[in-house]
C-alpha cells in the first residue's frame, strides 16, 4: 500500500505564496510520501500550459508518483447548453489527467443547498447525473483512465447514494474516490460506510476529523453537516474517527491502491501533513 499526500493539503502554504505546485513536489518527497494527488484550483492554477508538464516532469525527477487528478464539477446546470458545456469542460481535464500521466480521475458530479439535498431530488437529478459521468467515462476509457465520484458536497456523499450512481453508470472504469471521513458530513458513521463501500473504491483518502454534537456550538472553525452537527478538519490520528478500525476495514479489504492523506484542519500544513504520515505509517503497521 503506498501512501502519498493530496496536494490539497498543503493549500495554506500555496494559498500564501509560501510554496508553489513545483514546491509542494518537492517538499512531498522529501518527506517520505511515495505519491501525490494533484487538485487544480485549490492553491494554484494551471495559469500557463507549460505547468502541466513542468508537474509531470517534476514529479518523475523527485521519484514521486502521481496518483490521482482531482477536479469538480457540477452537473445540475440550468439548461440544456450548460449542462453540456460542463461535460465538456469535464473532459478537457482527463485530457490533462492523460498529459499528467495519472490513470486515476476524481470529478464531482452534483451540488446542492443543504435544504435541497433530499433523496426525492437526488432520484429527480440521477438520469443527468449517471449520463454525464457515462459520457466522461467512455471517453477517458481511450487513455486507461478511471474516473471517480467521492462522496463530497453532501449531496452524493452518502454510502448509498455513492453506490447508486456507480451501479447505474454501469462501467469498468468508474467507481470512488472514497474519503473515510466525509462520510461525516452527511452523518454516516464512517467505519460502516467504509465497510459498505470499499470495495467500489478506485482511490482512498485518509482524513480525519474532530467532531462535536449540534447543541454544543464550539466556536469558530467548524463546518456542519446536514444534520447540524461540527465538524473541523484534524491531523490523522488525532481527530474522533476511529482510524484504526477504518484501517484494519481496507486492510482485510481486496484493496491494493494508493492511500492518500488529505488534511484541511487549522494547524501549519506541512507540519500537519508530516505529522499525519508518521500516524498514518505507524497505525497502518500495528494494524
Request: charged share 25%; with cysteine.
Amino acid at each position: 500500500m503506498k501512501i502519498g499526500l493530496s496536494s490539497y493539503s498543503l493549500f495554506a502554504a500555496m494559498k500564501s505564496n509560501e510554496m508553489t505546485i513545483l514546491d509542494v513536489i518537492d517538499w512531498t518527497s522529501e518527506q517520505g510520501f511515495e505519491h501525490i494527488e494533484i487538485v487544480p484550483n485549490l492553491g494554484f492554477k494551471w495559469e500557463e500550459d507549460q505547468l502541466i508538464d513542468q508537474v509531470r516532469e517534476r514529479a518523475q525527477e523527485k521519484g514521486l508518483e502521481l496518483s490521482n487528478y482531482a477536479i469538480g464539477a457540477n452537473f445540475i446546470q440550468p439548461n440544456e447548453a450548460a449542462y453540456q458545456a460542463e461535460i465538456q469542460r469535464v473532459k478537457d481535464e482527463v485530457d490533462i489527467a492523460n498529459r499528467l500521466g495519472v490513470k486515476l480521475m476524481r470529478h464531482d458530479i452534483a451540488t446542492r443547498d443543504i435544504s435541497e439535498t433530499t433523496i426525492a431530488n437526488f432520484e429527480k437529478d440521477l438520469p443527468s447525473l449517471v449520463a454525464a459521468c457515462q459520457e466522461i467515462a467512455d471517453y477517458a476509457s481511450q487513455y486507461g483512465i478511471t474516473t471517480s465520484i467521492e462522496n463530497h458536497g453532501f449531496y452524493v456523499q452518502l454510502s448509498e447514494r455513492v453506490q447508486t450512481v456507480i451501479n447505474h453508470v454501469n462501467r469498468p472504469n468508474f467507481k470512488t474516490t472514497m474519503d473515510v471521513g466525509n462520510f461525516l458530513c452527511a452523518d454516516e458513521e464512517p467505519i460502516a460506510a467504509v465497510k459498505k463501500n470499499i470495495s467500489f473504491a478506485s482511490m482512498v483518502h485518509i482524513k480525519d476529523f474532530y467532531r462535536r454534537p449540534a447543541h454544543l456550538y464550539p466556536g469558530e472553525g467548524w463546518l456542519q453537516t446536514i444534520a447540524g452537527n461540527y465538524l473541523r478538519g484534524a491531523i490523522v490520528g488525532h481527530g474522533d474517527i476511529n482510524m484504526r478500525e477504518i484501517l484494519k476495514v481496507i486492510k482485510e479489504s481486496d484493496y491494493k491502491g494508493y492511500l492518500s492523506i488529505e488534511f484541511e484542519g487549522i494547524e501549519e500544513s506541512k507540519l500537519a501533513s508530516k505529522i499525519s504520515l508518521a500516524n498514518l505509517t505507524r497505525m497502518w503497521q500495528e494494524v
